[in-house]
């Protein structure tokens, strides 16, 4: 029969109330030898109700009684000392200066002594009465090497000795660093290093068949090559769940998982300012446009960390939205969420969500985002991409908004495409707004995410699962790789540390090969590249780029307080100019106009674009100032023709 909380908490105080009586006692006896005067007898029967009161409310005060003995943790001892000691000032303040129970000093501090060793000890036999069972299941797992001795894998064994149905265990450990070699974690030797040798002895010592890796933080390039060395001895590899899975209580810290390719992209963890993040959110009002897609709905995640006023989700997605809201609901019980079923192009839709919404920040993401889809529809690209833009930000304007951030891609860069033309276009009019309004609007651009909608990598898992070929453009193709947490982490803390007008640029490391993306997919899943499963090679599509750029050198940007990101160069548009040019554009594609007129008029206005091969219009090109500057006479090609 289940113990309630309650009856488990008046057991707990009347255990620890007989315990510390007894060590009262027990100072007693040690400072007179066990000879104790009556004198000091009457005084203690008199101080002995007060020590008890005393004792109990500062344990109450500091949780001590609410929390679960059987986890107690280092934390939890330090707070039963703190408790113990501000109890005994209490205790020694009332006795001498209140009702004149005089005892010898000695014995105050015996006491204390005596009563954290007792209250340790309740502690301490709590936790080793359920050590055994714990430690029978285990033994029936299948033996696994581990592969770290940090805290990861401290906390890994750690939650295996808890857990009623451990799925491996630990027969070894095995960590690079040589400072742990020969020291012992949870009673379980630790060897050195991670190599083929020491794998192959442990195997053949504890007939494991399988390896966990425990190192969270390890760079991608250590994740090969532990993958690597596990196959080439036969030892199957798992990882523990990310943080973010942890955290959101998706998993525990034993549910095992499978290498992902993320683990082998992985880079340093991202450092936030939590402290500008509070500053910038707590307490805010916050509208995200494209608020159920891959990067929108992640930002809304890491939002609502910081316990916005409310968060307003804006997307014409209805079944997204409505599913993310129920991951809201489940994960942030207390946080306010308004759903928004709307486009970004609706002027009184947009201009009406405001007013009920009344954003202190915007995040937009709302974007057409694939490139080749865009070279087919690039009228839809200017309306989603540029008009939906200026729409999205005029009205953070007028609403006097604090800050407004857009989503921007490193295709903006030089572009090829329709659709990086149309966001390096939204760049320019949402930085011409910053010097007319005292809205700070920014930009973010950063590569390709791992694992968004339509991206790269879950193509090539749909293509492996049908048991090939993967697709890849062409041999030499290379792409910018993050994560969406860390992108999205990335654009919040660009957002936080704006002052307006900046396009911030994010470090995406270093370029990716996608064949080699490909291979590694191929290998995670257990078959081999070029034999199981066949790489073809289909050809560069319109508007693709061999590999993107993303002006990182110190020449072309300047750095931030933070070392992942960094501002680029750029000179800010005219507002009216930019104003004019948007209009015309409008006016164009509300003509239907055909597809070449459309893109003619994208690459007049952005100098540095060259779309489907084809160079802006030789009036441009003979004003065309040097990439990455942009001049307020950028448009000036398409003004001439249109107004």
């Given at each position: 029969?289940?113990?309630?909380?309650?009856?488990?908490?008046?057991?707990?105080?009347?255990?620890?109330?007989?315990?510390?009586?007894?060590?009262?006692?027990?100072?007693?006896?040690?400072?007179?030898?066990?000879?104790?005067?009556?004198?000091?007898?009457?005084?203690?029967?008199?101080?002995?109700?007060?020590?008890?009161?005393?004792?109990?409310?500062?344990?109450?005060?500091?949780?001590?009684?609410?929390?679960?003995?059987?986890?107690?943790?280092?934390?939890?001892?330090?707070?039963?000392?703190?408790?113990?000691?501000?109890?005994?000032?209490?205790?020694?303040?009332?006795?001498?200066?209140?009702?004149?129970?005089?005892?010898?000093?000695?014995?105050?501090?015996?006491?204390?002594?005596?009563?954290?060793?007792?209250?340790?000890?309740?502690?301490?036999?709590?936790?080793?009465?359920?050590?055994?069972?714990?430690?029978?299941?285990?033994?029936?797992?299948?033996?696994?090497?581990?592969?770290?001795?940090?805290?990861?894998?401290?906390?890994?064994?750690?939650?295996?000795?808890?857990?009623?149905?451990?799925?491996?265990?630990?027969?070894?450990?095995?960590?690079?660093?040589?400072?742990?070699?020969?020291?012992?974690?949870?009673?379980?030797?630790?060897?050195?290093?991670?190599?083929?040798?020491?794998?192959?002895r442990l195997m053949e010592d504890t007939a494991a068949t399988r390896a966990i890796l425990a190192m969270p933080t390890a760079p991608g390039v250590r994740t090969r090559?532990?993958?690597?060395?596990?196959?080439?001895?036969?030892?199957?590899?798992?990882?523990?769940?990310?943080?973010?899975?942890?955290?959101?209580?998706?998993?525990?810290?034993?549910?095992?998982?499978?290498?992902?390719?993320?683990?082998?992209?992985?880079?340093?963890?991202?450092?936030?300012?939590?402290?500008?993040?509070?500053?910038?959110?707590?307490?805010?009002?916050?509208?995200?446009?494209?608020?159920?897609?891959?990067?929108?709905?992640?930002?809304?995640?890491?939002?609502?960390?910081?316990?916005?006023?409310?968060?307003?989700?804006?997307?014409?997605?209805?079944?997204?939205?409505?599913?993310?809201?129920?991951?809201?609901?489940?994960?942030?019980?207390?946080?306010?969420?308004?759903?928004?079923?709307?486009?970004?192009?609706?002027?009184?839709?947009?201009?009406?969500?405001?007013?009920?919404?009344?954003?202190?920040?915007?995040?937009?993401?709302?974007?057409?985002?694939?490139?080749?889809?865009?070279?087919?529809?690039?009228?839809?690209?200017?309306?989603?991409?540029?008009?939906?833009?200026?729409?999205?930000?005029?009205?953070?304007?007028?609403?006097?908004?604090?800050?407004?951030?857009?989503?921007?891609?490193?295709?903006?860069?030089?572009?090829?495409?329709?659709?990086?033309?149309?966001?390096?276009?939204?760049?320019?009019?949402?930085?011409?707004?910053?010097?007319?309004?005292?809205?700070r609007f920014v930009a973010v651009r950063f590569g390709n995410v791992l694992g968004s909608a339509g991206s790269v990598v879950p193509i090539f898992r749909a293509q492996?699962?049908?048991?090939?070929?993967?697709?890849?453009?062409?041999?030499?193709?290379?792409?910018?790789?993050?994560?969406?947490?860390?992108?999205?982490?990335?654009?919040?803390?660009?957002?936080?540390?704006?002052?307006?007008?900046?396009?911030?640029?994010?470090?995406?490391?270093?370029?990716?090969?996608?064949?080699?993306?490909?291979?590694?997919?191929?290998?995670?899943?257990?078959?081999?590249?070029?034999?199981?499963?066949?790489?073809?090679?289909?050809?560069?599509?319109?508007?693709?780029?061999?590999?993107?750029?993303?002006?990182?050198?110190?020449?072309?940007?300047?750095?931030?307080?933070?070392?992942?990101?960094?501002?680029?160069?750029?000179?800010?548009?005219?507002?009216?100019?930019?104003?004019?040019?948007?209009?015309?554009?409008?006016?164009?594609?509300?003509?239907?106009?055909?597809?070449?007129?459309?893109?003619?008029?994208?690459?007049?206005?952005?100098?540095?674009?060259?779309?489907?091969?084809?160079?802006?219009?030789?009036?441009?090109?003979?004003?065309?100032?040097?990439?990455?500057?942009?001049?307020?006479?950028?448009?000036?090609?398409?003004?001439?023709?249109?107004?």
């Amino acid at each position: 029969m289940a113990i309630s909380p309650q009856a488990r908490r008046v057991t707990a105080i009347v255990v620890h109330g007989a315990l510390w009586g007894a060590a009262f006692g027990t100072a007693l006896l040690l400072r007179f030898d066990a000879n104790v005067p009556s004198w000091v007898v009457a005084n203690a029967a008199r101080a002995l109700p007060l020590l008890l009161l005393v004792r109990c409310v500062t344990f109450w005060h500091a949780g001590l009684f609410r929390s679960l003995l059987r986890y107690t943790g280092v934390a939890d001892l330090l707070q039963l000392v703190r408790a113990t000691a501000f109890g005994s000032v209490l205790f020694v303040a009332s006795g001498l200066l209140v009702h004149r129970m005089a005892l010898p000093r000695s014995i105050y501090v015996l006491e204390f002594i005596l009563a954290v060793a007792v209250a340790t000890a309740v502690r301490l036999a709590v936790r080793l009465r359920t050590a055994p069972r714990r430690g029978r299941v285990t033994a029936d797992a299948p033996p696994a090497i581990l592969l770290g001795a940090g805290n990861a894998g401290d906390l890994f064994l750690r939650d295996l000795e808890r857990s009623s149905a451990p799925p491996v265990r630990v027969a070894a450990v095995l960590d690079d660093d040589p400072g742990k070699h020969g020291s012992s974690l949870h009673g379980i030797t630790v060897h050195g290093g991670i190599a083929r040798d020491e794998l192959v002895r442990l195997m053949e010592d504890t007939a494991a068949t399988r390896a966990i890796l425990a190192m969270p933080t390890a760079p991608g390039v250590r994740t090969r090559e532990i993958l690597a060395l596990c196959r080439s001895v036969g030892l199957s590899l798992k990882t523990l769940p990310s943080l973010q899975q942890i955290a959101s209580g998706e998993v525990n810290l034993s549910s095992l998982r499978d290498v992902a390719i993320e683990d082998l992209l992985r880079r340093q963890p991202v450092e936030l300012d939590q402290t500008l993040l509070n500053g910038f959110l707590r307490g805010r009002r916050v509208l995200v446009t494209g608020g159920a897609g891959s990067i929108g709905s992640e930002l809304v995640r890491q939002i609502a960390r910081f316990e916005p006023e409310a968060i307003a989700l804006f997307d014409h997605n209805e079944n997204a939205l409505f599913f993310l809201e129920r991951e809201l609901r489940e994960l942030f019980p207390a946080l306010s969420v308004k759903l928004v079923v709307a486009d970004v192009r609706d002027h009184n839709r947009v201009r009406q969500v405001f007013r009920d919404v009344r954003p202190s920040v915007v995040y937009h993401a709302a974007a057409h985002k694939h490139v080749p889809l865009m070279e087919l529809n690039p009228d839809e690209a200017v309306r989603n991409n540029i008009i939906g833009t200026r729409v999205i930000a005029d009205a953070a304007a007028a609403h006097g908004c604090e800050a407004f951030v857009l989503i921007s891609t490193d295709k903006a860069v030089n572009p090829t495409s329709v659709m990086g033309t149309t966001k390096r276009i939204a760049e320019m009019y949402v930085q011409s707004l910053s010097s007319k309004y005292s809205t700070r609007f920014v930009a973010v651009r950063f590569g390709n995410v791992l694992g968004s909608a339509g991206s790269v990598v879950p193509i090539f898992r749909a293509q492996i699962a049908a048991g090939g070929p993967v697709c890849v453009t062409h041999p030499e193709m290379r792409r910018y790789f993050m994560t969406i947490p860390e992108a999205c982490q990335l654009v919040l803390q660009a957002g936080a540390i704006a002052a307006g007008g900046e396009i911030f640029i994010l470090d995406m490391g270093e370029l990716v090969k996608i064949v080699d993306l490909a291979r590694d997919m191929i290998s995670l899943s257990g078959l081999r590249p070029d034999l199981d499963i066949e790489i073809e090679y289909t050809g560069m599509r319109p508007g693709e780029k061999l590999y993107e750029e993303l002006m990182l050198d110190a020449e072309a940007t300047t750095t931030t307080p933070h070392p992942k990101i960094r501002v680029a160069k750029i000179a800010q548009a005219e507002h009216e100019k930019m104003v004019q040019v948007v209009d015309s554009l409008e006016r164009l594609v509300a003509q239907v106009a055909d597809q070449g007129t459309v893109r003619a008029a994208l690459s007049d206005i952005v100098p540095e674009a060259t779309l489907q091969g084809r160079p802006a219009a030789p009036e441009v090109q003979a004003a065309r100032p040097s990439a990455p500057q942009i001049t307020q006479e950028a448009g000036a090609g398409l003004l001439a023709r249109t107004m």
